[in-house]
T-cell receptor
Framework: SQKIEQNSEALNIQEGKTATLTCNYT??????LQWYRQDPGRGPVFLLL?????KEKRKERLKVTFDTTLKQSLFHITASQPADSATYLC?????????????FGSGTRLLVRP | NAGVMQNPRHLVRRRGQEARLRCSPM?????VYWYRQLPEEGLKFMVY????????ESGMPKERFSAEFPKEGPSILRIQQVVRGDSAAYFC?????????????????FGAGSRLTVL
């Protein structure tokens, strides 16, 4: 069966450290993978997008990797800050005509301690 | 430049009542998507609409749920005869156009959501 999994346990780290969040999927062949941030009581906010033929993408303190062999994406926040505390969602972009139907993981909550 | 506007933010209904959720997309966006988020679960696609057209409603329950995006006014998600299992956060998103992967990918702009509680 098709699955997209993110670690349901919260990730608790010290300010200044690098946070690494994982997104694994099975029985999908996504053309893209996206990462969103969601704060309590708010809607998701788009952060980064990576294509299937890209290994890595960076934006400021954020880095995303995409390994289509392992069927895994890693999301890194370097020099983390308390303001980075939020839930981070990965979303697969299917191929072709249904590519508008993003498939979301359930998210991983990140807590950055001052 | 207002983003995606959803209202009401919170809605309480008793079983059997109707819930109407409204969504105004970002200025210039003509594609609207509704997603549902149950506690501790990921967002699930419900329906994709363009002005006056339902493009894909495959994620929406066939009974009691309907959606529209009229020529004028906001998109409406309507849930008739609500049941406790309908309690969830309903998010609307919009985009300027729809891409067909792998040539491009949609980046969605989400509203803050409408939280429905059914008593």
């Amino acid at each position: 069966s098709q699955k997209i999994e993110q670690n349901s346990e919260a990730l608790n780290i010290q300010e200044g450290k690098t946070a690494t969040l994982t997104c694994n999927y099975t029985n999908y062949s996504p053309a893209y993978l996206q990462w969103y941030r969601q704060d309590p009581g708010r809607g998701p906010v788009f952060l980064l997008l990576i294509r299937e033929n890209e290994k890595e993408k960076r934006k400021e303190r954020l880095k995303v990797t995409f390994d289509t062999t392992l069927k895994q994406s890693l999301f890194h926040i370097t020099a983390s800050q308390p303001a980075d505390s939020a839930t981070y969602l990965c979303a697969l972009v299917p191929r072709g005509d249904s590519s508008y139907k993003l498939i979301f993981g359930s998210g991983t909550r990140l807590l950055v301690r001052p | 430049n207002a983003g995606v506007m959803q209202n009401p933010r919170h809605l309480v209904r008793r079983r059997g009542q109707e819930a109407r959720l409204r969504c105004s997309p970002m200025k210039g966006h003509s594609h609207v998507y509704w997603y549902r988020q149950l506690p501790e679960e990921g967002l699930k696609f419900m329906v994709y609409l363009q002005k006056e057209n339902i493009i894909d409603e495959s994620g929406m329950p066939k009974e009691r749920f309907s959606a529209e995006f009229p020529k004028e006014g906001p998109s409406i998600l309507r849930i008739q005869q609500v049941v406790r299992g309908d309690s969830a956060a309903y998010f609307c998103a919009s985009s300027y156009q729809t891409f067909r992967a792998p040539s491009g990918a949609n980046v969605l702009t989400f509203g803050a959501g409408s939280r429905l509680t059914v008593l």
